[in-house]
């Protein structure tokens, strides 16, 4: 018996999959949560979440511009919530009652502060994953082994530099009597010559 290629079952999965990715996609631009959408189609919030993580790295069109600038609206829509509650003055309550210090101002609670905080910063990660901003960076490192011989190339041919240096300032009267015999004995103490 020869297997030509998936069943009919297999088609059917298929074709719902591509339908129900097609119908988030369609949901998510019209502004719907993943757990509004998954609601919708009868399907996990995390299926839902896959297929529209698959059907965006299929996409090349409009469309996916158009659910980025959905997104970004929403993002920028949760930023100045976060930043309302930042900038609010908020006092520590215990037991229905504003809590003070000894001279009776209210104390301060930091805690909604630092929420907002975090919330701002995680949106801020989301909108750079949005854009791209986060993309790693193409680093090209090549490695080349060294040769012992090639350092020993290296070093001769400083070496003949410096003592052409030399000859060439004793030859223009550069250098005073015996001050060649100094600078190359300089080359031959770092092992250069």
Request: negative net charge.
């Amino acid at each position: 018996m020869s297997n030509s290629g998936p069943g009919p079952h297999a088609r059917r999965n298929s074709a719902q999959t591509a339908e129900q990715t097609a119908a988030s996609y369609e949901l998510r631009l019209t502004g719907l949560t993943i757990r509004e959408i998954a609601t919708r189609l009868g399907i996990p919030s995390s299926t839902v979440h896959v297929r529209l993580t698959a059907a965006l790295q299929e996409r090349v069109d409009p469309l996916v511009d158009q659910y980025r600038a959905v997104e970004l609206d929403r993002l920028d829509r949760l930023t100045v919530k976060a930043w309302e509650v930042l900038e609010q003055g908020h006092v520590v309550v215990q037991h229905g009652k504003i809590v003070r210090d000894e001279d009776g101002n209210p104390v301060r609670d930091d805690g909604p502060v630092l929420q907002a905080i975090g919330t701002l910063l995680r949106i801020s990660e989301r909108r750079s994953k949005l854009l791209g901003l986060d993309a790693p960076i193409a680093v090209d490192a090549n490695v080349h082994q060294v040769d012992p011989a090639d350092i020993e190339l290296l070093q001769m041919i400083e070496s003949a530099k410096r003592a052409q240096a030399v000859e060439e300032a004793r030859l223009r009267g550069e250098l005073p009597a015996g001050a060649e015999s100094a600078a190359e004995a300089d080359g031959s103490a770092d092992g250069t010559l």
